[in-house]
Nanobody, 119 residues
Framework: AQLVESGGGLVQPGGSLRLSCAAS????????MGWYRQAPGMQREVVAT???????NFADSVKGRFTLSRDNAKNTVYLQMNSLKPEDTAVYYC??????????????WGQGTQVTVSS
């Protein structure tokens, strides 16, 4: 299994971006999916997560600005980022819990996509 991200880029403060992450490969189920980010010199932190049933959790720093959704038929999760701030600048990583045919749940990570908020 692998996760492929898309949608990062450069945006001005106050702007919007949408990140997508699609899971592909051979597996039985996908559990919780989410986005994390890592700014230079900082630890990776959780941004938002969504369960297989659609329950979401957000970091306090993004509540009210970011939304998270998933399309289970497409094995894809979407992070809509609005009212972006310079402090949102980071590499964003997709994460998913995947249940494979070997009967084991494993955590998978995408390759990361750069989001830069700057005027």
């Amino acid at each position: 299994a692998q996760l492929v991200e898309s949608g990062g880029g450069l945006v001005q403060p106050g702007g919007s971006l949408r990140l997508s992450c699609a899971a592909s490969g051979s597996f039985l189920r996908i559990g919780t999916m989410g986005w994390y980010r890592q700014a230079p010199g900082m630890q990776r932190e959780v941004v938002a997560t969504i369960s297989s049933g659609g329950s979401t959790n957000f970091a306090d720093s993004v509540k009210g600005r970011f939304t998270l959704s998933r399309d289970n038929a497409k094995n894809t999760v979407y992070l809509q980022m609005n009212s972006l701030k310079p402090e949102d600048t980071a590499v964003y990583y997709c994460n998913a819990e995947i249940f494979r045919y070997n009967g084991i749940w494993s955590a998978y990570w995408g390759q990361g996509t750069q989001v830069t908020v700057s005027s």
